[in-house]
């Protein structure tokens, strides 16, 4: 692998010895993982029955290693939110943010969604997950994720950190910040541009960029809450220098000593940055040539003193028509499915009613929201279409009707083509499943079951 003169001669310096180990580690076939939805299966579980050669990844409970021949990105339990394809270094993030049900999480630059599937596993569904990405084509694929794990309590955002800080001050008790870097740490990753897109003052131009966004998490996290920093970069401009200068703006926050620390997980260099703060020290690197992974960075913060924010919650009030339309609503889907989340309430957004967890009636008035709570269904006369992401946060049998069908016979692949099929049990709304997970719906009639699952997902050409 060629890499840029600038890049080499810098990594050089900075490792000495170790840099021989490092730039072979570059040239070896990048580590494949995955993490476990512990909202849908066990991590233990899922080892005893995937189909897959597995190894654990250490410092992620939830996390496995698979074999670059196995794809299980091409499996219906994928479809079926079971679990996230990840690079095994990012999972670090999740786990040093140790998100705990009942919180209040932000995750602040979410797309793909790798982290935010993360943080709500770990939450159970319990509190209030605002997942943001300020690009509208990569918030529709982190909407789109979140539906598929099937999570609850997350408000997707397609909005910028100044906006969000104004709306949310001093709300959140844990902030995630992947913030955007020069993705050095990605150089080995397939198909990935980072390395053509490099520069040697591109480490300087995304340090300011991530100035701006660590300063929008400050204003939004109360006190005692923790602040979750990550790059894929090797460049201490962004990773121990740019703690380094936060820290300086904002003595009201401290670094954080992680116990117990993974082994796998290297401490930080503050004598890499200029002017480094010697705390950095307690921050951690992932080398390629220390783990099965790519390059990482990752700090926890602490915010200190007692300031806390609070968001008012909305209020709307019905009129006479919309509440008949809603009453029906209820109705019908309890014709669907045996029981919901508790302490979450079914409301109403023109002909479409949503499933909205408690600690997630916020008032977002002004933002630009993707999702918000789960879509149930849409409203056509006296009748109700479930919408997909219904069939994606309930067990299978959680549900009134259920078609179960099979990996192993392809009949799972089949559906999710799109194919229509034979079947005898009783006509009406039906969720269809692979092995027992949820894949989505479809509706038997005439001793068929015609394919509802949603046409931008069908696997065309697989």
Request: with cysteine; aromatic share 8%; net charge negative.
């Amino acid at each position: 692998m060629a890499l840029p003169q600038a890049f080499e001669q810098r990594m050089q310096r900075l490792l000495g010895e170790e840099y021989p180990a490092f730039r072979d580690a570059l040239a070896r076939p990048q580590a494949r993982g995955l993490r476990v939805n512990p909202l849908k299966i066990t991590p233990e579980a899922f080892a005893r029955q995937a189909p897959f050669t597995l190894t654990p990844v250490p410092w992620a409970a939830e996390g496995f290693f698979y074999p670059e021949e196995q794809r299980p990105g091409r499996h219906p339990w994928y479809e079926a939110g079971v679990y996230y394809i990840q690079e095994p270094s990012a999972m670090a993030v999740g786990t040093l943010a140790d998100a705990q049900p009942g919180q209040r999480i932000l995750d602040l630059c979410a797309a793909p969604g790798g982290k935010t599937t993360h943080l709500a596993g770990r939450m159970q569904g319990k509190g209030v997950l605002v997942a943001n990405e300020i690009h509208p084509g990569r918030a529709a694929i982190l909407a789109q994720s979140v539906e598929r794990m099937g999570i609850a309590n997350c408000i997707v955002c397609n909005e910028t950190p100044e906006h969000l800080a104004q709306k949310f001050p001093h709300f959140f008790d844990t902030i995630v910040v992947d913030a955007p870097c020069s993705g050095e740490g990605m150089f080995r990753k397939e198909d990935n541009p980072a390395q053509a897109e490099w520069t040697p003052e591109l480490p300087a131009f995304c340090a300011e960029r991530q100035a701006d966004i660590l300063d929008c998490a400050a204003q939004m996290l109360r006190g005692g809450g923790k602040l979750v920093y990550s790059t894929c970069t090797f460049a201490p401009e962004e990773d121990e220098g740019s703690i380094s200068r936060f820290l300086e703006r904002h003595p009201e926050f401290e670094m954080v000593s992680v116990e117990p620390v993974p082994a796998q997980l290297s401490p930080a260099h503050p004598e890499w940055a200029e002017h480094g703060h010697p705390d950095t020290a307690k921050a951690f690197r992932l080398w390629p040539h220390k783990l099965d992974g790519e390059g990482h960075f990752a700090a926890v913060l602490r915010r200190t003193g007692r300031v806390e924010g609070d968001i008012p919650t909305p209020r709307s009030k019905l009129s006479r028509k919309e509440q008949e339309l809603l009453d029906t609503g209820i109705r019908l889907i309890q014709e669907q499915v045996k029981t919901l989340p508790a302490d979450s309430s079914i409301v109403l957004r023109k002909d479409k009613l949503f499933l909205l967890p408690n600690a997630c009636a916020l008032d977002l008035s002004g933002l630009r929201v993707k999702t918000w709570g789960v879509e149930l269904g849409t409203m056509k006369k006296n009748r109700l279409e479930p919408a997909h992401a219904l069939s994606h946060v309930l067990p299978a049998e959680d549900f009134c009707r259920i078609c179960n069908l099979h990996e192993a016979d392809g009949s799972a692949e089949a559906y999710l083509r799109g194919e229509t099929f034979p079947y005898d049990g009783e006509k009406g709304w039906t969720v269809v499943t692979a092995d027992g997970f949820v894949l989505g719906w479809g509706k038997a009639a005439g001793g068929m079951m015609k394919n509802h699952y949603p046409k931008g997902l069908r696997w065309v050409g697989k």
